[in-house]
């Protein structure tokens, strides 16, 4: 077993993400060292308003390789955040904390200490501020990552989009043959080399039924060619099949991955079958990165009713890999 620590980002600090962390505590006893990086006077601030008690062990990031960690405390490299701790608006005002604690957990990751990382979600609109189409985005450029894929995994079935969190009307332009080929590919190894197999992938089409009334069918000019050349490199893929039958009981029966052309083609019926269990992998990046399969849900932000199983499931997964 690798007991190697994980790295845990707070992310958005005006979210439920502290709450899950507390849950998931006493969900179950973790092996691997947790290590959460955030602001102190937060973490001290949500644990009083939502009446969990543990002790914190304040850790210097630059001694982490000396330190024998444990999970009888809460183990946190502190963040300086000066903000009102007051439950507040999701803004740009976090900005600055987010990236802190990313920057911290990328120095410690090029260390060589782990290769283990969650982060709490975030918001899109504001820390993102469409220079980047979502967290997978920023990490892959802030690493340098060539390509990189968004894997939404659960044992049973998990799902790839080709294309993130881009408009419908950009969708089409962005489905090309090397970006259906560099993301399967990722899927594939990642799969090989993680988990010990060579997974059953089915592709989706674009278009309803896998037709279209217009002149130019990229199903099957651009989607059944990649499916094709993947084929001749003895990746297991089939396709493309119409979105609408393929997550039907019978149909998904020994799938491993199913590849959607766009975002909430693929995710929202595994959210369906799934709720919240499952995670979100990112693919193609020097390290495994992973966040629970949920945003901030600052609505719910103090009232104790969120759902921890996603992140559970996140430690769980690091712990086996």
Known sequence: MNYKPILIVHGEPNSVFLEIFFKSLRFKKFKNPLMLICSQKILKFQMKKLKF?????????LLLDKIK?????????????????????ISNKSNQYIKDCFKISFKILKSGVTNKL????????????????GITE????KTKA????????????????????????????????KNIIDKISLVDSFYKNHLGFK?????????????????????EKIIKPAIKYLSNRKIIVKGPYSADTAFLKKN???????????????????KTLFEYDAINI???????????????NQKMLGQNKSNPLSLVRAIEFLEKN
């Open 252 to 270: 998904r029966k020994n799938i491993d991955v199913i590849i959607g052309m766009y975002h909430d083609q693929v995710l929202t019926p595994v």
């Open 69 to 89: 960690l444990d999970n009888k405390m809460i183990n946190v490299i502190d963040v300086n955040y000066n903000k009102d701790l007051t439950f507040q608006k």
């Open 53 to 61: 008690k543990m002790d914190i062990r304040i850790i210097n990031p």
């Open 199 to 219: 997974p059953k992938i089915v592709v989706l089409g674009l278009n309803p039924h896998c037709e279209s009334v217009d002149n130019f069918n990229e199903d």
């Open 146 to 177: 060539k390509q990189n894929a968004m894997l939404i995994y659960n044992k049973r079935l998990s799902v790839c989009p080709i294309t993130t969190h881009l408009p419908l009307k950009s969708v089409t332009r962005n489905i090309t043959k």
């Open 138 to 141: 920023y990490l892959a450029k």
């Open 282 to 296: 990112t693919l193609g990046l020097p390290f495994i990165r992973i966040s629970p399969d949920h945003g901030p």
């Open 118 to 133: 969650i982060n709490g979600p975030i918001s899109k609109t504001s820390f993102l501020n469409k220079k980047f189409l």
